[in-house]
């Protein structure tokens, strides 16, 4: 993968993700004050330079230091919940799809169940039934229940990379179970991990804001969705308070488009197929013609171009299967 | 006959799911340490105002409703048999009203924004991506960026906007609840005209969520179909485009419909908070009212309720996937 490759969208998205996290990490040390004093009147208006900056929330609190400590928070539930998620999506799935047979049966099954199950019912039920809920737990709970995609995603890799001919060769030369998957298998899969890990972790984000905004969140710490559930509990949008609710609305948009973009501009790098040839758009708008030319048939990459969406369907191809 | 056979397989799935579903609603209030009861209880004097006598007396009802004097299996089985009958216990927040009616004021309203919302939003999100696909260029990329941006926007954060912009800054409809203050619930078009107004501002926040995520799907999906060696074949056979769109379409339409199942769970997670922002009287904010309350058997029900609900989507997009789905027919004559 060279830099020349990657394009405009993936620049754009790594420059907005840069900025996110300096805002979630910097932030708190440059905006000293802290979030649960009060610094002003009920939703003081906004004005230069200062706490109120962004004006103050329901409690007098200032919505600038809310909202640069709200973005840690988020992005540590996202990073810690959606590392959790992906990393026992990726042994699930690797383990099921390469060793096959009643643990792959067992495992796809459980999977399944998981999948079918809404994640937001378990996460209500598991937080509501937790005697108290930090920072932690949340990001536990949101982990530990929201891997199941990851795991139907890379068992279905793995079980294809089961039947290529390096495998044979591994074993040959007496490579055991776990040495196979760390050494032969995962590395065809590194790319769609990255890209699963990122999806996670702005999934993660968002059921964080959403159990905040139904108010399962974390007591004790600020995040972007409590800061809605106040602004929501009070009427702010109603009453037209508008720094209390925008600036979270716009970090957590932010937030998640950045990592979805980054993701997508990934998957365009990884899987070709979803490429559209440069040269051939190029061609086509100086001719001001239609794109006609298909899609380049480039270097098709570890992971192969058939499966990266969860379904291509091959009416007229048999090599997806 | 492989029809049959693939409906019959996806029934008895299905009932897999929802007993494994019904286990987890019963089994993870009860991992709460010590009685729940007490708890409940404790919290509802922590409110003052109930008397000792009446506290004795609503404890006991609980212990029965939930039949915490028997064994735990015995109890997973009077759960059961109590969802069945449609008795899903008792409010802890408005004891002692019984939390189905509370359910059945809340779900017309959730399925009259949730329903139309999933349907318009599949409809034109499908044909936005497909023909962003097809175009190419500007469209294509304009339509891509502002579908990949509406679908990653959280839903709520574009309910809080389009109320903020809409209901409050322009003023052009009406910023909460469903129905002016003064009316009641009623077959009237009287009635249906006022609250089509309170129902604009969710429904198309709603909508235009799941028109991006749709167009971004189908496009992708419509990009692989773009190409494959069908379409070359035809484009060499000076096949009509519009033929060959019609081959992509249904080719691409497959995925994005299995697809719609999949996302059925986070499209109502979507609507649920939207509900909330717009104060809409659904079970979004039934919830967060018994969550603000600690109304367990409230918030229990209305789990089991979504649950239920993905469920019933999830099997219809599967059997629906039969039909459509010419390779499940062909399975009979053993071709694939």
Request: glycine residues 12%.
């Amino acid at each position: 993968m060279s830099l020349r490759g990657l394009s405009p969208r993936f620049w754009v998205a790594v420059v907005l993700v840069v900025f996110v996290v300096l805002v979630g990490f910097l932030g708190p040390l440059i905006v000293s004050t802290n979030p649960d004093a009060t610094v002003g009147g009920l939703y003081e208006e906004p004005q230069c330079c200062g706490p109120l900056l962004l004006g103050a929330d329901n409690e007098g609190q200032s919505v600038i230091a809310n909202l640069v400590y709200g973005t840690r928070t988020s992005l540590i539930v996202g990073l810690i919940a959606g590392l959790i998620g992906t990393a026992i999506g990726l042994l699930v799935g690797l383990v099921a799809g390469y060793r096959g047979g009643w643990v792959d049966d067992v495992l796809s099954a459980i999977v399944n169940v998981g999948l079918a199950i809404p994640v937001l019912v378990i996460v209500i039920l598991v937080s509501v039934s937790l005697p108290q809920r930090n920072l932690y737990t949340l990001a536990l709970v949101i982990g530990f229940t929201g891997w199941f995609w990851v795991a139907r995603a890379v068992r279905a890799q793995s079980s294809s990379i089961r039947t290529r001919e390096h495998i044979d060769v591994a074993k040959l030369s007496g490579a055991g179970f776990w040495s196979i998957l760390r050494r032969d298998v995962l590395p065809y899969l590194l790319s769609y991990v990255v890209m699963a890990a990122i999806l996670q972790i702005s999934s993660a984000i968002l059921f964080e804001s959403t159990l905040s905004m139904l108010g399962l969140g974390a007591s004790g710490t600020t995040s972007l969705g409590t800061m809605l559930y106040w602004a929501i509990q009070w009427g702010s949008v109603r009453t037209g308070a508008w720094w209390a609710f925008i600036p979270p609305t716009l970090m957590l948009t932010l937030i998640v488009f950045s990592l979805l973009l980054l993701q997508s501009s990934l998957n365009e790098v990884f899987n070709p197929r979803l490429r559209r040839g440069r040269a051939a758009r190029k061609k086509a708008v100086k001719e001001g013609t239609e794109l006609e030319t298909p899609v380049e048939a480039d270097d098709a990459g570890p992971v192969g171009s058939g499966g990266f969406l969860e379904t291509p369907v091959s009416a007229g191809r048999g090599e997806a299967r | 006959m492989a029809l049959a056979k693939y409906i019959g397989r996806k029934v008895a799935w299905t009932l897999v799911v929802f007993v494994v579903a019904l286990l987890l609603n019963f089994l993870l209030p009860r991992l709460i340490p010590g009685n729940p009861v007490d708890a409940i209880v404790g919290r509802i004097t922590q409110g003052g105002g109930t008397g000792g006598e009446q506290l004795q007396q609503i404890h006991e009802h609980y212990m029965q409703e939930f039949g915490l004097d028997k064994p735990l299996w015995q109890q997973f089985f009077i759960y059961v048999g109590k969802v069945f009958q449609g008795d899903l216990g008792t409010s802890f927040a408005n004891y002692p009203q019984p939390v189905g009616p509370l359910i059945a004021q809340a779900l017309p309203w959730s399925i009259a924004i949730m329903v139309p919302a999933i349907i318009v939003g599949w409809i034109l999100g499908n044909l936005l991506g497909a023909v962003a696909a097809f175009k190419g260029g500007w469209l294509d990329r304009g339509a891509f960026i502002g579908s990949l941006f509406l679908s990653s926007v959280p839903p709520f954060a574009l309910a809080i906007i389009l109320l903020f912009v809409v209901g409050v800054q322009l003023g052009i409809l009406p910023v909460g609840g469903a129905y002016s203050f003064g009316l009641t619930p009623e077959f009237s078009l009287a009635f249906f005209g006022d609250a089509i107004t309170y129902w604009w501002l969710p429904f198309w926040s709603l909508v235009l969520v799941y028109i991006g995520g749709q167009a971004v799907g189908m496009r992708s999906m419509a990009i692989y179909e773009l190409g494959s060696d069908y379409v070359n074949y035809n484009r060499g056979l000076g096949v009509k485009e519009g033929h060959t769109v019609r081959y992509i379409f249904r080719n691409a339409m497959l995925p994005q419909f299995t697809g719609l199942a999949l996302s059925i769970a986070a499209l109502i997670t979507g609507g649920l908070i939207t509900e909330l922002v717009f104060s809409y009287p659904g079970l979004g904010s039934l919830l967060f009212a018994a969550i603000g309350q600690n109304d367990y058997p409230v918030i229990s029900a209305i789990t089991l309720l979504i649950t239920i609900a993905v469920l019933i989507a999830n099997l219809a997009a599967d059997i629906l996937t039969g039909f459509i789905d010419p390779r499940i027919r062909a399975q009979q004559s053993g071709e694939r």
